[in-house]
Nanobody, 113 residues
Framework: VQLQASGGGLVQPGGSLRLSCKAS???????GSWYRQAPGKQRDLVAR???????EYAASVKGRFTISRDNVKGTIDLQMNNLKPEDAATYYC?????????WGQGTQVTVSS
């Protein structure tokens, strides 16, 4: 399975971006997640969504970010609103089923005025 992430870019504080992750096949049954990693820091979970749509968010993004998925299209999206400078990072999508996981290549998000 290959994951292709897109949608990153430069946005001003308070702005919005939508990240999209497209899998080469169906993602039904796989846990879908977005992680982020800022320079010099560890990769942290941002949000995840089960195959039936249950979601979980990091406390720092709750209420601002929304994760969604389309099992047929094989996409996992992350809508990011009210972006803050501390949200700047490289964002990675991930799918996992039991001990098997795949990562996308990362997409850069810069939040700056």
């Amino acid at each position: 399975v290959q994951l292709q992430a897109s949608g990153g870019g430069l946005v001003q504080p308070g702005g919005s971006l939508r990240l999209s992750c497209k899998a080469s096949g169906t993602i039904f049954g796989w846990l879908g997640s977005w992680y982020r990693q800022a320079p010099g820091k560890q990769r942290d979970l941002v949000a995840r969504i089960t195959t039936d749509g249950k979601t979980e968010y990091a406390a720092s993004v709750k209420g601002r970010f929304t994760i969604s998925r389309d099992n047929v299209k094989g996409t996992i999206d992350l809508q990011m609103n009210n972006l803050k400078p501390e949200d700047a990072a490289t964002y990675y999508c991930n799918i996992r089923f039991r001990s098997t996981e795949y990562w996308g290549q990362g997409t850069q998000v810069t939040v700056s005025s």
